[in-house]
């Protein structure tokens, strides 16, 4: 067996894939995961999926949490409007997340990081399309670094206080 | 040498308010005197850093700073309490989350200056004069403390013992939090010295509060007539009741204003924003999708509103930099 190296092995920028987390109802979207397994569809591998009994169990804390932890994006399943098991729980499933989209928007966080589908448990092949669009889509943006420890918030103050400064500099 | 305990006061980045609230606490300011030795407070004595300095470790009782942190002095000031005290109190919104000073980190330290020194219709800087923190004046040197990208609390930078929350905090929140600390039974360290529910539970309108609030559009102050008894909620208002610790007393609430959040959420909240989103998401009675986008448009700005007080305590703690240096 090969020695553990102390430092793992350099990611370059092409080998970095985003970590999508994503909250999948029991009734519907769960199960066309389900299906797609059955089924042996192949999908991105990206997304770690936490069932919830309904998308309206979402709570928008959730979301901030696992962006906070270093999720890249953040994909919320549900069945579709007038199907949900609970009658509405993805009707306050979708007005969080409007809501929830606009303040993000505002902290600077991109639009294709969080996205809300419906998607009904015979509809394995969306949920696959979903899954690999999105982590293409979040791939190409990057890493979120929404992460990132209060200490290091103090970065970003340059040691001018070493450099002799006279005069203007701007 | 007086035997009484030492307590010391320090303002960072606050307005003023803080301080004027020990102030308001009238006579009973009196009992706090006598009971205390007061070995430093820039805003009322004339006590110096340097005198801090020279106490022993720990010597001070208990240090009550408010402001949030913005700085390298008030970091430094930080950490010198920190190391003087037994007990660190972060004092008012700003120190305890953030306060109105962290809704500054929707910007960076560059977006601030240039606003500040050279956009802002009422500068005259011709020259483009900025803050350096080091500058030769007639061969001396002279100094400014410099200034971060991102608006701390006080947990934030140097361990926190207790909170006392509000902007500014209330007389008896003060002298509750004050007899706590000198009664010697000390509550959990990380306690914010007011009571663990939401205001909404002691509300004096909470009777008019409907079971299922079922909203179709939410309003402004300036744009209704507010009724003096019904639910500011049920009203259509932005009461942040919902998701705000109590112990004010109700005073926006009495004054026919809805709650702005000032007190901080519960110890059950993670995110004064989020859980305060998601109640007011569920509070709305619509399920079209085009309806539900013209009803947020009533909320003009979301952080403004959700993190008046607390973005630089949220779990996201402020816009994402997207400049290098982040």
């Not at chain 2, 040498?1 to 803080?18: H, I, L, N, Q, T």
């Not at chain 2, 390298?72 to 008012?92: C, I, N, P």
């Not at chain 2, 929140?173 to 039974?185: D, N």
Request: charged letters at 20%; glycine letters at 8%; one cysteine or more.
């Amino acid at each position: 067996m090969p020695e553990p190296t102390e430092t793992p092995p350099a990611v370059g920028a092409d080998d970095w894939e985003p970590k999508i987390v994503a909250f999948f109802c029991n009734w519907c979207t769960y199960l066309a995961a389900d299906l797609a397994g059955t089924s042996r569809m192949k999908y991105a591998s990206n997304t770690r999926v936490i069932r919830v009994m309904c998308s309206g169990r979402v709570d928008p804390q959730f979301v901030l949490e696992a962006l906070a932890h270093g999720a890249d994006g953040v994909l919320i399943g549900g069945c579709h409007p007038g199907d949900c098991h609970y009658q509405s729980g993805n009707y306050k499933a979708l007005r969080r997340f409007r809501l929830l989209k606009r303040m993000l928007i505002g902290l600077g966080v991109e639009e294709e990081r969080i996205r809300l589908e419906w998607i009904s448990a015979a509809e394995a092949d969306k949920l696959r399309d979903v899954i690999n669009e999105m982590a293409a889509q979040v791939k190409a943006l990057g890493p979120a670094h929404l992460e990132t420890p209060p200490e290091d918030w103090a970065a970003g103050f340059e040691v001018e206080a070493e450099a002799e400064v006279e005069g203007v500099t701007v | 040498m007086s035997e009484k305990p030492k307590v010391a006061f320090y303002w960072c980045a606050s307005c003023g308010g803080c301080e004027e609230a020990v102030v308001d606490l009238a006579e009973q300011i009196l009992d706090v005197v006598a009971a205390v030795d007061i070995v430093f407070w820039p805003v009322a004595l004339d006590f110096k850093k340097a005198d801090v300095e020279a106490m022993e470790d720990g010597s001070i009782l208990a240090s009550f700073v408010n402001g949030a942190i913005r700085t390298t002095e008030q970091e430094e000031m930080a950490h010198l309490l920190r190391r003087k005290s037994k007990v660190l109190v972060a004092f008012g919104s700003c120190a305890h989350l953030g306060g109105i000073p962290a809704l500054a980190n929707l910007w960076d330290r560059e977006a601030v200056f240039d606003t500040v020194y050279r956009t802002s219709p009422s500068t005259v800087n011709p020259e483009g004069v900025l803050p350096q923190v080091t500058y030769l004046y007639d061969g001396d040197r002279v100094t400014l403390p410099g200034f971060y990208n991102t608006v701390r609390a006080l947990d934030q930078v140097t361990s926190v013992d207790y909170y006392i929350p509000g902007c500014a905090p209330t007389p008896n929140i003060i002298a509750g939090a004050v007899q706590t600390l000198l009664s010697g039974e000390l509550p959990l360290a990380g306690t914010v010295l007011a009571p663990d529910m939401a205001l909404c539970e002691d509300c004096p309108r909470i009777d008019s509060k409907p079971q299922d609030l079922s909203l179709i559009e939410f309003k402004r102050p300036h744009q209704v007539l507010i009724d003096e008894e019904t639910c500011l909620l049920a009203q259509g208002l932005l009461c942040m009741g919902p998701a705000t610790r109590s112990g004010c007393g109700h005073l926006c609430i009495k004054g026919n204003m809805p709650c702005t959040g000032c007190f901080g959420p519960t110890s059950k909240v993670r995110d004064q924003g989020g859980k305060y989103l998601s109640a007011l998401a569920s509070m709305l009675g619509i399920e079209d999708e085009a309806a539900i986008d013209r009803a947020l448009d009533g909320i003009p700005d979301p952080i403004g509103t959700f993190y008046r007080y607390g973005l630089a305590g949220s779990l996201l703690h402020r816009r994402k930099m997207t400049s290098v240096e982040a």
